[in-house]
């Protein structure tokens, strides 16, 4: 499936008659229906549907000033990525980005949705250039987006992103914000992996400047500070909301990485085995898995 997702992609992305209408509700009464293709200050361009299925009648331009509201038609190419986000998806989600980016702040419009996956897509990468993409990306949804949820979202998707980047310093004091003062269980358990995620960063810099931090007492308190914080908030999304399964997964893996890191093999091998058996279909499973085939090869 994972082989095939480009070429579906692709066909999705060039055939935007085949997909639902969109329906755009004028002032006076009316309704026009189509696919929005793309839009300037001053009007919506629609993409008629034609007479025969897959083909169609040309495109009409609609002053912005006659529509009342737009009612947009689910977006089969953003959920193709959505579903296998990576580098495979990069160019469908960036010509889907790219159409639906100056829509950014119409209501209704999936703008900010494709925004956000376009910069996950970017950030899973793991490429430098790529993850500052991301940045600026997610900086302009997270700024111009008419949905909350999706200002949430690249929120989120720039802190990650910034840790990726190695400055988990910078945006610190905003991920703590975040724990404090987060209503909604969902971004809480995100802010608690975000801060895991950032604890662990900074623990791997510790130890790279401080190699002899064993010797180092003060340096050696830290080191257990960073330790204790990662897997304390690394844990929380499996200990106390075990039935968000994906924020869980998540949450061991770093787990995971964590103990790979300082060398505790035995507790590493304690939390693949959980990931393995307990969500088996995230993708963290996959590194957990891998991690148990290599402990069990002959040496």
């Given at each position: 499936m994972k082989q095939l997702l480009p070429i579906i992609l692709v066909l999705l992305a060039a055939a935007p008659s085949l997909v639902a209408d969109d329906e755009v509700r004028l002032k006076d009464g009316n309704t026009r229906k189509g696919r929005i293709v793309g839009m300037d200050e001053t009007s919506f361009r629609l993409s008629l549907p034609g007479p025969v299925p897959g083909q169609s009648a040309g495109t009409t331009s609609i002053p912005r000033a006659n529509v009342e509201r737009i009612i947009f038609a689910p977006d089969r190419t953003l959920e193709a990525v959505r579903a296998n986000p990576g580098p495979g998806a990069l160019n469908t989600a960036r010509v889907r980005w790219?159409?639906?980016?100056?829509?950014?702040?119409?209501?209704?419009?999936?703008?900010?949705?494709?925004?956000?996956?376009?910069?996950?897509?970017?950030?899973?990468?793991?490429?430098?250039?790529?993850?500052?993409?991301?940045?600026?990306?997610?900086?302009?949804?997270?700024?111009?987006?008419?949905?909350?949820?999706?200002?949430?979202?690249?929120?989120?998707?720039?802190?990650?992103?910034?840790?990726?980047?190695?400055?988990?310093?910078?945006?610190?004091?905003?991920?703590?914000?975040?724990?404090?003062?987060?209503?909604?269980?969902?971004?809480?358990?995100?802010?608690?992996?975000?801060?895991?995620?950032?604890?662990?960063?900074?623990?791997?810099?510790?130890?790279?400047?401080?190699?002899?931090?064993?010797?180092?007492?003060?340096?050696?308190?830290?080191?257990?500070?960073?330790?204790?914080?990662?897997?304390?908030?690394?844990?929380?999304?499996?200990?106390?909301?075990g039935t968000a399964r994906g924020q869980a997964a998540k949450g061991l893996g770093i787990l995971l990485g964590l103990y790979q890191f300082t060398g505790d093999q035995e507790e590493a091998r304690k939390v693949a085995t959980d990931l393995a058996e307990i969500y088996p279909d995230a993708p963290e499973a996959k590194k957990a898995a891998e991690f148990l085939n290599k402990k069990n090869e002959p040496s």
């Open positions: 790219q159409t639906l980016q100056p829509m950014l702040a119409v209501a209704e419009s999936r703008a900010g949705d494709a925004g956000n996956l376009y910069g996950e897509c970017l950030r899973l990468t793991g490429e430098n250039a790529r993850l500052e993409e991301a940045l600026g990306v997610y900086a302009e949804v997270e700024k111009g987006a008419w949905n909350p949820a999706d200002r949430e979202d690249a929120k989120r998707g720039r802190l990650r992103t910034m840790i990726d980047l190695g400055r988990s310093q910078e945006v610190a004091a905003e991920i703590e914000e975040i724990a404090t003062s987060a209503q909604d269980p969902g971004l809480l358990l995100d802010s608690k992996l975000l801060i895991a995620s950032a604890r662990l960063a900074a623990l791997e810099q510790l130890v790279a400047e401080n190699p002899r931090w064993e010797e180092d007492p003060p340096v050696r308190a830290e080191r257990l500070r960073l330790l204790h914080e990662t897997a304390d908030n690394a844990l929380y999304p499996f200990l106390f909301h």
